[in-house]
């Protein structure tokens, strides 16, 4: 498929060059004929034979000179190539929705009359992992009110029933498992394990897909571009990038975001958009959750603190004298972050003997430290108008 055209382009002429050019070309063929007519005597050459070879030869180089090229590539798609770039598109969200099911949660419920009703909730989910006895499935905690009649339907219609393995409700992802020796051969040849990006961001107005269910139908392939990277979410000891896009979605729109390489850079999380964003669909960054996917799937528990952060950058410092670090926003009531003293205004400045400077350094931290130990987490805290040194030591809990 052809999109890229070359055309010719003649490099502008620099005039001052063009000009002394010509004028040293006159002074040579001044001195070439006043040479030529003396050797041209003695010979037999013709004299204006010369001045015409002289003139052509200036004439030549001058072009040779001025008219020198450049390709310069050029974009020009009609309207079957345009086509062309949304089917390339399609085959790619095609190919990863090998990997997308459906998840289904049946439930008895009872109506005003005391009479039991059966209820059907579906939703999208993605197969992200494996070993040799089960496959891992991600989807939201939401769908999994009642987790005893859950089921997984994979692409090629066949089901089986799923068990929650893992929840964390902060951010509202949740790990199912599906056994192999109840999968058909035909259904593990259909399906393909989703491949989590490791780029380290998504630029804006970068291509995107979206695949699962942003408009209450599964196995939906939209397509349309990053618009903002810069909103953040705070959740517990941790703060989430999320993706806005121009894709229209609904409310309970589930589901993830894959580049043009078919690699997920974000799972949809419709319940962090802000309300003039409600139409828009928004994502997580995977960048941000990669991590807590690998800890839920490994079967580690998740560690915890307790604390709301945002960064002290140097021009906030500035402005609000206050050093840099991480700012406490708030204390989680009962968290192992409050039994050792630390207060909200205090600023982070080490966790043991790493110098934390921003959210994420305090995150990464303490995303690698084990439920059951112990740290020393060295803060800066407020005493009038100044700051004095004060060390916590803080008992790594788990989320509950």
Request: a negative charge; charged letters at 25%.
């Amino acid at each position: 498929m052809e999109f890229i055209r070359e055309k010719i382009k003649k490099k502008p002429v620099n005039k001052k060059k063009l000009i002394r050019n010509i004028a040293f070309a006159i002074i040579a063929a001044i001195i070439g004929l006043a040479v030529a007519d003396g050797i041209g005597s003695l010979i037999g050459i013709d004299h204006d034979d010369q001045v015409l070879d002289t003139e052509s030869n200036t004439v030549n180089e001058t072009e040779a000179q001025a008219g020198e090229i450049e390709i310069t590539p050029t974009i020009s798609l009609t309207i079957s190539d345009y086509q062309s770039l949304q089917n390339a598109l399609y085959e790619i969200g095609a190919n990863v929705n090998k990997s997308i099911v459906t998840i289904a949660v049946e439930s008895e419920e009872n109506d005003w009359l005391e009479e039991s009703y059966e209820t059907n909730w579906q939703a999208s989910g993605f197969i992200v992992s494996q070993d040799s006895d089960y496959i891992y499935l991600l989807t939201e905690t939401r769908l999994l009110e009642d987790t005893s009649n859950t089921k997984v339907v994979f692409i090629d219609g066949a089901s089986a029933k799923a068990t929650l393995l893992k929840a964390d409700n902060d951010t509202g992802i949740a790990l199912l498992t599906v056994e192999k020796r109840l999968m058909q051969p035909e259904t593990r040849r259909a399906i393909s394990i989703a491949k989590l990006s490791k780029q380290e961001g998504i630029e804006n107005g970068a291509v995107i897909i979206a695949l699962g269910s942003p408009l209450g139908t599964n196995y939906a392939i939209l397509s349309g571009n990053v618009t903002s990277i810069d909103n953040r979410v705070s959740m517990q000891d941790k703060n989430y990038a999320l993706l806005t896009t121009d894709i229209i979605t609904s409310r309970n729109g589930s589901g993830i975001l894959v580049d043009i390489n078919g690699e997920i850079v974000g799972i949809l999380a419709q319940s962090f958009a802000g309300a003039e964003e409600m139409g828009a669909l928004t994502a997580v960054s995977v960048k941000d959750i990669r991590s807590l996917i690998e800890t839920m799937i490994s079967g580690k528990e998740k560690p915890f603190i307790g604390l709301y952060i945002s960064t002290v950058t140097e021009v906030i410092s500035k402005e609000h004298n206050i050093p840099e670090g991480v700012f406490v926003k708030e204390v989680v009531s009962e968290s192992p972050a409050m039994k050792a003293g630390l207060q909200s205004g205090d600023v982070i400045v080490k966790v043991n003997d790493t110098v934390i400077q921003t959210d994420v350094d305090f995150s990464k931290k303490i995303e690698r430290l084990i439920p059951g130990t112990k740290c020393e987490i060295k803060v800066k805290r407020q005493n009038g108008d100044e700051y004095y040194d004060v060390t916590c030591e803080v008992e790594i809990g788990i989320v509950k």
